[in-house]
C-alpha cells in the first residue's frame, strides 16, 4: 500500500514561516487528491488544506491566506507552506488523502511559541 514520509517541522516563533514535505511511495500518486491534516493534543485530526490530482485547492479557514498548497508530480510530493504561523497551529502535521485516507505516517511536529 501507499506510504507517506512528512518532515520540514519545527519550532519557530509566532509570525515566522515553515515549508512541510510529503513524499509518497507508489506510482500512482499523480491520480491523487493530497491534503494535509493536524493534530493538536487532546483535539480531533483535522484537514487544514487539499490538492486534488489537477491542482485546484481547499483551505480551512483558519489557515486561508497564511497557508499554500502545492504538488510536484514528478517527485511525488506535497508541500504545505505556512506563513504568518500562531501559537494555535502548533500540531502534529500529516499528509493523506483528503477523502477514504490511506495508511498514516508519523507526521512532522510543528511548535509555534515564543
Known amino acids: 500500500q501507499v506510504q507517506f514520509v512528512e518532515s520540514g517541522g519545527g519550532l519557530v516563533q509566532p509570525g515566522g514561516s515553515l515549508r512541510l514535505s510529503c513524499v509518497a511511495s507508489g506510482s500512482i500518486f499523480s491520480f491523487l487528491d493530497m491534503g494535509w491534516y493536524r493534530q493538536a493534543p487532546g483535539k480531533q485530526r483535522e484537514l487544514v488544506a487539499s490538492i486534488t490530482s489537477g491542482g485546484s485547492t481547499y483551505y480551512a479557514g483558519s489557515v486561508k491566506g497564511r497557508f499554500t498548497i502545492s504538488r510536484d508530480n514528478a517527485k511525488n510530493t506535497v508541500y504545505l507552506q505556512m506563513n504568518s504561523l500562531k501559537p494555535e497551529d502548533t500540531a502534529v502535521y500529516y499528509c493523506?488523502?483528503?477523502?477514504?485516507?490511506?495508511?498514516w505516517g508519523q507526521g512532522t511536529q510543528v511548535t509555534v511559541s515564543s
Open positions: 493523506n488523502r483528503p477523502v477514504a485516507p490511506l495508511g
